[in-house]
């Protein structure tokens, strides 16, 4: 009778178990479609469109270009700005590859006082094109490759811009990157290698500022 007892017992409280493990599978599976449902975009971004950088508060995408990714914050307003009045909107969605020195907000502010309307007037456009192309490089230079070049040539690696013109890079004490424009204008990179379909986007404290072309 005692066996039979206990038996009773084991089978009720198995019952009682499988019963617990069908909730918990039941509630798993509703959770489960509920996060499906409520959270596609997120679960395709990370699936299908690459590896995803929040810069300034902004979810950049490596599978968009350098125009798509700048043009979604705010800023990067100014730099989009003018480079759609310079005409180069397809040179930074080319292929590429490039690598970008991107101006914020801030850094165009840096510009003397009214160069920047100076810069948007149409008898500008060639110097402003000029001074945007003096802004990328050709090829997918990572902040590695910039600190191997400045180390490999006792602390000064000199870059060839798309515009022809050269930038310096060293590094500070601080161990920052910092480029030198031509007139001895210095910018730090303040973020660096966020990943472009098209090549790759750093950020930069100043607008570096090229020697005029000689005529």
């Known amino acids: 009778m005692a066996l039979g007892n206990c038996f009773c017992r084991t089978f009720a409280a198995m019952i009682k178990w499988m019963a ?8 798993t599976m509703l959770y489960g479609q509920a996060t499906t449902v409520t959270n596609p975009v997120n679960d395709t971004v990370r699936a299908k469109w690459g590896k995803i950088k929040i810069v300034d508060g902004v979810k ?8 798509e990714n700048i043009s979604l914050s705010k800023e990067y307003s ?17 292929k590429g590859p490039i690598t970008v020195f991107a101006p914020t907000n801030e850094a165009f502010k840096k510009l ?10 149409a008898d500008h456009k060639d110097y402003l094109s000029y ?6 490089i050709a090829g997918r230079l990572t902040s590695k490759d910039i600190a ?11 870059l060839t811009t798309l515009a022809g013109s050269k930038i310096t890079a060293t590094i500070d004490e601080n ?3 910092v480029l030198t ?25 100043a607008v570096l500022v090229p020697k005029p072309k000689a005529i």
């Open 148 to 158: 191997h070049k400045i180390n490999s040539n006792n602390g000064t690696a000199v």
């Open 181 to 205: 424009d031509e007139n001895g204008g210095q910018s730090i990179i303040s973020r660096f290698d966020i990943a472009q379909s098209n090549g790759i986007l750093d950020i930069v404290t």
């Open 112 to 121: 003397p006082p009214g160069e920047l309307d100076t810069l948007l007037r």
């Open 131 to 136: 001074l945007l192309t003096y802004h990328a």
């Open 78 to 94: 100014t730099l989009v700005s003018v480079i759609n009045n310079a005409g180069l909107t397809e040179t930074f969605k080319s």
């Open 175 to 177: 161990r920052n990157i």
């Open 60 to 67: 950049m995408i490596s599978s968009n270009d350098v125009m």
């Open 20 to 27: 617990f493990l069908g909730v918990m599978l039941w509630g």
